[in-house]
C-alpha cells in the first residue's frame, strides 16, 4: 500500500492535464484500479481480528489519501485551464439574438404609396410643415373669410406663418418650381388644432397627389386611383365617384372604395353601404393653376389627398388614431420589420 501511496504521487506530480488526471483516477480508483485491487487481493481470511482492523484501517486511510490528492490535482487543473480557454472562440456556439426596431404603420404605408407612384413616375416632394399662409390658403383658392383659416383649426406661428393644415400646401409651391407638366406626390405631416379622441388627432399624415399635363380628364384621375389602390390592398378594388366640394378643384369628388371587408354586401364597416369613403380629389381649380403660373387653356390637371393616418389605419386595423402618436413600443413592435 505504501507503494502505491508513492506512485500515485509520482503520477499526479507528472499529470499535465485534467485528462491525464482523470486517467490517473481510473487507475487506481477505478473498477480494476489498484487501490481497489488492493482490498480484493488481500487474503482477510488469513488474518487475525486485530489484523484485519489494521489492515481496513490502511486501506481506508489509502483511499482517502488518493480520492483527496486526485480531487485536488483535477481542481487545480480546471483552475489552470481557463486562462488557455478565455481567448479561444467557439464558432459553433448560438448568435446572440439581436433586437431590431420596427417601422411606423405610417412609415411602412409611406413608403409603400411612394414606390406605387414612383412607378407610374410621380416625383417625391415633401415641402415644410412650417408653411406660409400663402401656399397653404390663398393658392389653393381658400378665400381669408374660410371658416379653415380661424384660431380653433389652425396653429398659427408668431411670425405669420402657420403648420400646414394639409399637403395641398405643395400644389402652388411644386407648380412654381417645376412649371408644367408634373406629376408629384406631397406625404407629410399635417396639423390640426383640434380635441382628441379615437378618430382624431391634432397631428396626422396625409398624401396629396398631382397631375398636371395637356388633356387631363376624370378618366386619368380614376386610371391612377384604381391602380393605386389596388396595388396597396393586393386585389382589384373597385370605385365610384361622388360629388364632393373642395375650393381648390373643380369638379371635385369623394372618391369610394367597393366596400373590402363585405364586397359591397353591406357591413358594419361600411355602414351597410358597400362603400367607403376614402379619397377626395378632383380636376385642378383654374384659379390653382394661375396661383402656379401655369396656363388652364393650355394645361389641366387632377389632385387628391389621401389621408396616410387613415390608410394605415384601414389596412392595420387600428381602431385608436392616438396609438400613432403614443410611441408606446407594444403597439409599435406589432409592425413588419424590414431590413
Ligand atoms: N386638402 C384636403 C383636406 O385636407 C384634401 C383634399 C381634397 C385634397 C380634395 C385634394 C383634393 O387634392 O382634390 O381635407
Known amino acids: 500500500m505504501e507503494e502505491i501511496k508513492q506512485q500515485l504521487a ?11 488526471i482523470e486517467n490517473i483516477r481510473i487507475k487506481y480508483l477505478g473498477k480494476k484500479g489498484l487501490v481497489t485491487n488492493a482490498a480484493k487481493s488481500a487474503n482477510f481470511g ?20 488518493a480520492t483527496e490528492s486526485i480531487a485536488q490535482a483535477a481542481e487545480k487543473a480546471k483552475s489552470a485551464a481557463p486562462a488557455k480557454k478565455k481567448n479561444a472562440i467557439d464558432l459553433t456556439m448560438p448568435g446572440e439574438p439581436s433586437t431590431i426596431g420596427s417601422l411606423h404603420p405610417v412609415t411602412l404605408v409611406q413608403m409603400e404609396l411612394e414606390s406605387i407612384f414612383q412607378g ?47 399637403t ?31 378618430c382624431h388627432e ?3 399624415y396625409q398624401c396629396e397627389g398631382l397631375m398636371i399635363d395637356k388633356n387631363i380628364s376624370v378618366a386619368n384621375l380614376i386610371a391612377v386611383m384604381k391602380t393605386a389602390l389596388s396595388e396597396i ?28 371587408i363585405c364586397g359591397g354586401e353591406g357591413c358594419p364597416t361600411c355602414k351597410n353601404s358597400g362603400w367607403l369613403e376614402l379619397i377626395p380629389c378632383g380636376l385642378v381649380h383654374p384659379n390653382v393653376l394661375r396661383f402656379g403660373g401655369i396656363d388652364p387653356e393650355e394645361y389641366s390637371g387632377f389632385a387628391f389627398g389621401v389621408g396616410l393616418t387613415r390608410l394605415a389605419m384601414m389596412k392595420y386595423g387600428i381602431r385608436d388614431i392616438r396609438l400613432l402618436n403614443d410611441g408606446d413600443c407594444r403597439f409599435l413592435q406589432q409592425f413588419p420589420v424590414i431590413v
Open 10 to 20: 509520482a503520477d499526479l506530480a507528472a499529470a499535465k492535464s485534467a485528462a491525464d
Open 46 to 65: 488469513a488474518m487475525s481480528v486485530e489484523e484485519k482492523k489494521q489492515f481496513g484501517q490502511k486501506l481506508n486511510d489509502l483511499k482517502n489519501f
Open 120 to 166: 407610374m413616375g410621380f416625383m417625391v416632394y415633401t415641402g415644410p410643415e412650417c408653411e406660409e399662409e400663402f401656399f397653404n390658403f390663398d393658392a389653393v383658392n381658400i378665400p381669408s373669410d374660410h371658416p379653415a383659416r380661424e384660431m380653433q383649426d389652425t396653429y398659427w406661428m408668431t411670425n405669420g406663418r402657420l403648420m400646414r393644415t394639409h
Open 168 to 198: 395641398s400646401a405643395n400644389q402652388v409651391r411644386t407648380m412654381r418650381k417645376f412649371g408644367a407638366p408634373l406629376k408629384a406626390i406631397f406625404p407629410g405631416r399635417c396639423f390640426r388644432n383640434e380635441a382628441t379622441d379615437a
Open 202 to 204: 391634432n397631428t396626422f
Open 233 to 260: 390592398f393586393r386585389r382589384d378594388v373597385k370605385v365610384r365617384l361622388r360629388p364632393g366640394f373642395f375650393p381648390f378643384v373643380e369638379p371635385g369628388f369623394e372618391l369610394d372604395l367597393n366596400c373590402l
